[in-house]
């Protein structure tokens, strides 16, 4: 873009929730240009982003519907059954059966969700690489290396000045740039959290005996530990523990991190091999104290940062891009101002209680189930207990895992904008 060259939309952050976002707004007749501090290139790196996502089948609707199936779908694992287990001791799934333990299983929704799994196991590397191709194909312009310096916000238009001295204008700027989202800081709009004391520790393994599509999400007093199915009877493991002892097991000699990881995995799906490197992650909570202000909007990350417990964070952010690229193509063809306060309060409202309630759900869901207190752990059991034996109540909880429940926008439902 030279310089000045106005855009219809600025996208600082060409991360999963920001691409989808542009891809959504140029397949509809918009022009996006997206910034990024990493170049593509380097986001597709094996070392860069070692983290797998599992994404509500509404979601991947959404990929779907931007064209994306025939680059997803080889790399892309159902998950048919998700088991919740509730322990103090290690040993994944191992034993007897657990005294409290919730089963979902998709042949209960088949008929709500057409035959949809509970969700789908992705690979971050491939999900990147399969927007990084779609984003090139429809011709998006991505100023990558680039960083936003700063950003002003004038009654007709945004202007963001890159690290270059590049200036940009345009209607709207979206902050998609993650936590330390620049435009966010410049728009004024604060932001408020804290720090759960956790890492998440993440790692990729081959596995002897099939997974058969079955997620487990086991409780310990230290913190989750997730064995999430890929393709090719892999799993990545999401395993959060302290921040002194997650340091501790990204440091650990291979033999070492492999004990640890064998002790508390189990052997019921048979000897376990770690392929790859051993990614770890600090975990927060962080909530935009508004989602957009006059021609902002915020996008992913940058508007909520959520514990990946319940993997909803990346889902957060896809909902936020296929919400808000319905709001800005209708505005756009009725002849509005895309980033006017009228336009910006439609995307706000739309997504403002799903956020804030699933942001705090999460956060209830990590303090009760990230310690080892008598009497949570009885409560907690019996409500698992409760759940488990209530039909209505499992379903309700898996059409909403699926991003299903409540006013969808056409992307979600697997339709083009």
Same mark, same amino acid.
């Given at each position: 873009?030279?310089?000045?060259?106005?855009?219809?939309?600025?996208?600082?952050?060409?991360?999963?929730?920001?691409?989808?976002?542009?891809?959504?707004?140029?397949? *509809?007749?918009?022009?996006?240009?997206?910034?990024?501090?990493?170049?593509?290139?380097?986001?597709?790196?094996?070392?860069?982003?070692?983290?797998?996502?599992?994404?509500?089948?509404?979601?991947?609707?959404?990929?779907?519907?931007?064209?994306?199936?025939?680059?997803?779908?080889?790399?892309?694992?159902?998950?048919?059954?998700?088991?919740?287990?509730?322990?103090?001791?290690?040993?994944?799934?191992?034993?007897?059966?657990?005294?409290?333990?919730?089963?979902?299983?998709?042949?209960?929704?088949?008929?709500?969700?057409?035959?949809?799994?509970?969700?789908?196991?992705?690979?971050?590397?491939?999900?990147?690489?399969?927007? =990084?191709?779609?984003?090139?194909?429809?011709?998006?312009?991505?100023?990558?290396?680039?960083?936003?310096?700063?950003?002003?916000?004038?009654?007709?238009?945004?202007?963001?000045?890159? =690290?270059?001295?590049?200036?940009?204008?345009?209607?709207?700027?979206?902050?998609?740039?993650?936590?330390?989202?620049?435009?966010?800081?410049? =728009?004024?709009?604060? *932001?408020?959290?804290?720090?759960?004391?956790?890492?998440?520790?993440?790692?990729?393994?081959?596995?002897?005996?099939?997974?058969?599509?079955?997620?487990?999400?086991?409780?310990?007093?230290?913190?989750?530990?997730?064995?999430?199915?890929?393709?090719?009877?892999?799993?990545?493991?999401?395993?959060?523990?302290?921040?002194?002892?997650?340091? *501790?097991?990204?440091?650990?000699?291979?033999?070492?991190?492999?004990?640890?990881?064998?002790?508390?995995?189990?052997?019921?799906?048979?000897?376990?091999?770690?392929?790859?490197?051993?990614?770890?992650?600090?975990?927060?909570?962080?909530?935009?104290?508004?989602?957009?202000?006059?021609?902002?909007?915020?996008?992913?990350?940058?508007?909520?940062?959520?514990?990946?417990?319940?993997?909803?964070?990346?889902?957060?952010?896809?909902?936020?891009? =296929?919400?808000?690229?319905?709001?800005?193509?209708?505005? *756009?063809?009725?002849?509005?101002?895309?980033?006017?306060?009228?336009?910006?309060?439609?995307?706000?409202?739309?997504?403002?209680?799903?956020?804030?309630?699933?942001?705090?759900?999460?956060?209830?869901?990590?303090?009760?189930?990230?310690?080892?207190?008598?009497?949570?752990?009885?409560?907690?059991?019996?409500?698992?207990?409760?759940?488990?034996?209530?039909?209505?109540?499992?379903?309700?909880?898996?059409?909403?895992?699926?991003?299903?429940?409540?006013?969808?926008?056409?992307?979600?439902?697997?339709?083009?904008?």
């Amino acid at each position: 873009m030279s310089e000045g060259r106005n855009a219809d939309v600025i996208v600082a952050g060409a991360g999963m929730a920001g691409a989808t976002l542009a891809l959504s707004l140029k397949q *509809a007749g918009l022009d996006p240009v997206l910034i990024d501090p990493v170049a593509f290139d380097d986001q597709l790196a094996p070392a860069f982003d070692g983290r797998a996502s599992a994404i509500a089948y509404a979601a991947y609707r959404q990929w779907r519907a931007l064209g994306l199936g025939d680059a997803l779908d080889p790399h892309a694992q159902r998950i048919e059954q998700i088991l919740v287990t509730d322990s103090t001791t290690p040993g994944a799934a191992a034993g007897a059966a657990p005294p409290f333990f919730l089963r979902f299983d998709s042949g209960e929704i088949a008929d709500r969700s057409d035959g949809e799994p509970l969700g789908y196991l992705l690979e971050n590397r491939h999900t990147r690489a399969a927007l =990084a191709g779609a984003v090139k194909a429809a011709g998006i312009e991505v100023l990558a290396p680039a960083r936003v310096a700063q950003a002003a916000f004038g009654p007709r238009a945004a202007e963001v000045t890159l =690290a270059d001295g590049r200036v940009l204008s345009a209607p709207l700027a979206v902050g998609a740039e993650g936590r330390g989202s620049v435009i966010r800081a410049e =728009a004024g709009i604060g *932001a408020i959290g804290w720090d759960y004391r956790q890492t998440g520790v993440v790692a990729t393994v081959r596995l002897e005996r099939p997974h058969e599509g079955v997620a487990y999400e086991y409780f310990l007093p230290g913190g989750p530990f997730a064995i999430l199915p890929l393709t090719d009877d892999r799993a990545s493991l999401v395993w959060t523990e302290s921040t002194a002892r997650g340091a *501790a097991l990204k440091a650990a000699r291979p033999e070492m991190f492999q004990a640890h990881l064998e002790r508390r995995f189990g052997d019921f799906l048979g000897a376990i091999a770690v392929e790859g490197p051993v990614f770890t992650y600090p975990l927060s909570l962080q909530l935009a104290e508004r989602m957009v202000a006059p021609r902002v909007a915020l996008l992913g990350d940058a508007a909520h940062g959520v514990h990946p417990i319940a993997g909803q964070g990346l889902n957060l952010g896809l909902k936020g891009a =296929a919400a808000l690229a319905e709001v800005l193509v209708d505005a *756009a063809r009725a002849g509005e101002d895309i980033g006017s306060e009228a336009v910006l309060e439609r995307y706000a409202a739309w997504r403002r209680f799903d956020t804030v309630m699933l942001s705090a759900g999460m956060d209830a869901f990590v303090r009760l189930f990230s310690n080892d207190n008598p009497l949570l752990r009885m409560a907690r059991g019996a409500g698992m207990a409760v759940v488990n034996r209530i039909g209505p109540a499992r379903r309700f909880f898996m059409q909403e895992a699926g991003g299903a429940v409540g006013d969808l926008p056409r992307l979600l439902r697997g339709e083009t904008l």
